[in-house]
């Protein structure tokens, strides 16, 4: 939605109202993508394994989204959109993220204990690691431009894609 100059913003109507809805979208609609569906195809995560995964999976996902709606903040106030950014404010959002990689760290560790698979830790922790480090310089320099929000989903990307190249090669599962 584009705002007309000279009009007042409209409020927010339907799901918009809402700043719960988007994460919870984005997070069901990802996770179903991104795991969920490469589990189903090759048939080799065990129920214990998906949990974990689905639990670090949302962390991610949820702090992606944090991330994009606190570069967005000034926009959805003007559009009065609800987001948690939007509700938090920028500091807060921030310290939010850094509570989700504090759990994501926890869950982690949590999963290699569990599955006994410590090989993976490395791939799963960079992620955590990577949005650590791009949240502290997001914080610290206030205007970043558009593209370097791309880091932050290559970020998640990629250990996705070290997750599931034993699966795509037919080898035994993680």
């Given at each position: 939605?584009?705002?007309i100059?000279?009009?007042?913003?409209?409020?927010?109507?339907?799901?918009?109202?809402f700043?719960?809805?988007?994460?919870?979208?984005?997070?069901?609609?990802?996770?179903?993508?991104?795991?969920?569906?490469?589990?189903?195809?090759?048939?080799?995560?065990n129920?214990?394994?998906?949990?974990w995964?689905?639990?670090?999976?949302?962390?991610w996902?949820?702090a992606?989204?944090?991330?994009?709606?606190?570069r967005?903040?000034s926009?959805?106030?003007?559009?009065?959109?609800?987001?948690?950014?939007?509700?938090?404010g920028k500091?807060?959002?921030?310290?939010?993220?850094?509570?989700?990689?504090?759990?994501?760290?926890?869950?982690?560790?949590?999963?290699?204990?569990?599955?006994?698979?410590?090989?993976?830790?490395?791939?799963?922790?960079?992620?955590?690691?990577?949005?650590?480090?791009f949240?502290?310089?997001?914080?610290?320099?206030r205007?970043?431009?558009?593209?370097?929000?791309?880091?932050?989903?290559?970020?998640?990307?990629?250990?996705?894609?070290?997750?599931?190249?034993?699966?795509?090669s037919?080898?035994?599962?993680i």
């Amino acid at each position: 939605m584009i705002p007309i100059p000279g009009q007042k913003a409209k409020i927010a109507t339907g799901l918009k109202r809402f700043f719960y809805i988007k994460p919870i979208l984005l997070i069901s609609v990802w996770t179903y993508l991104t795991l969920f569906l490469p589990a189903l195809e090759n048939q080799q995560f065990n129920i214990s394994q998906l949990f974990w995964l689905t639990l670090i999976w949302i962390s991610w996902i949820l702090a992606n989204t944090v991330l994009f709606d606190i570069r967005d903040i000034s926009e959805d106030r003007k559009q009065n959109l609800q987001t948690l950014a939007n509700l938090l404010g920028k500091s807060r959002s921030h310290r939010l993220i850094y509570a989700i990689l504090l759990v994501q760290t926890i869950l982690i560790i949590t999963y290699c204990m569990i599955e006994q698979s410590i090989q993976i830790a490395p791939i799963l922790c960079s992620v955590t690691i990577g949005y650590f480090i791009f949240n502290i310089y997001y914080s610290s320099h206030r205007n970043l431009k558009p593209h370097s929000f791309l880091i932050a989903d290559l970020i998640l990307i990629l250990p996705l894609l070290f997750l599931l190249i034993p699966y795509f090669s037919n080898q035994q599962g993680i």
